[in-house]
């Protein structure tokens, strides 16, 4: 057996007990340990041994640290979003909120020109987007310096900064103009509520919770989407898997009109608006 497939079984079986993706860690950590593509690992892997900072990220994962604070980065639809502590790592559940906006503007004659990104943390939602459609431009909005500094710094490094402004802010206090699509992945979480190991101690708070059923941040800025859709546009908002219910309403106002979209494992996981 090479050295690096029998590092990669004994790094899987270290971490079976902290994590429900064991093997792919592994292979996440040891592709950054070696500074090459998964794809080559698993393809083509060097013959070699593991190099020794290989045990130490191992190590930060079995104490729960998210693979992606350890590699610094986490690929979300086409693009790879460096991260860190302190900000939300892009998790594939919110893919669903891109795909939403894809079908939306298929076989439409312009894809969205003005994005909005309401919670951007590292720049996620906006700069997927971005990629996505290269004539748009948008805004970012957090209310954390830090997720900021996390998002221009990936706008600069996919060459998007002419294209994504960020703004320190609450909502959409002090945004004025419509845009053809708003994402939003707010907080969500009740704050009784369990999540995956290590997410709750290592992810920032005011990312994850919002009150006691987690719909505050929800409550706090549905107003606002009514006046900031344009017409022909697609507002689509993350929820938790129980929420559909109870975020509806909330959302489906002032000619609004919503429907809930499923997330890859089958969960409602976003209201989508549209003006009826
Ligand atoms: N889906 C995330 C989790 O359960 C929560 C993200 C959020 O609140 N926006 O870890």
Request: proline fraction near 8%.
């Amino acid at each position: 057996m090479k050295p690096l497939t029998r590092a990669l079984d004994e790094a899987a079986r270290q971490l079976t007990l902290t994590s429900d993706t064991a093997r792919l860690d592994a292979e996440l950590l040891m592709a950054e340990a070696l500074n090459i593509d998964r794809d080559k690992l698993l393809l083509n892997p060097p013959d070699k041994d593991p190099p020794k900072r290989f045990w130490t990220m191992v190590e930060r994962r079995a104490k729960g640290e998210p693979v992606a604070y350890i590699t610094g980065r986490r690929a979300f639809w086409d693009i790879d979003i460096h991260v860190g502590p302190g900000v939300l790592v892009p998790r594939p559940d919110s893919e669903v909120l891109i795909a939403s906006a894809i079908a939306h503007f298929e076989g439409k004659a312009d894809g969205p020109g003005r994005i909005l990104d309401l919670g951007t943390g590292p720049g996620t939602l906006l700069l997927a987007a971005l990629d996505l459609w290269p004539k748009a431009t948008g805004i970012g909005v957090d209310s954390s310096r830090r997720a900021l500094s996390y998002a221009s710094a990936n706008a600069r490094r996919l060459g998007f900064d002419d294209r994504a402004k960020f703004k320190l802010g609450d909502w959409a206090d002090g945004i004025a103009e419509g845009f053809d699509l708003i994402l939003c992945n707010p907080p969500y979480v009740a704050e009784d509520e369990e999540l995956g190991p290590g997410v709750a101690e290592h992810e920032p708070d005011e990312a994850l919770f919002a009150g006691p059923d987690g719909l505050d941040c929800i409550r706090r800025l549905a107003p606002e989407i009514p006046r900031l859709l344009n017409p022909g546009g697609l507002a689509a908002v993350e929820i938790g898997a129980g929420q559909a219910a109870a975020a509806r309403p909330l959302l489906e106002r002032d000619g609004l009109k919503s429907s809930i979209a499923k997330d890859f494992g089958g969960r409602d996981r976003a209201v989508l608006l549209t003006r009826a």
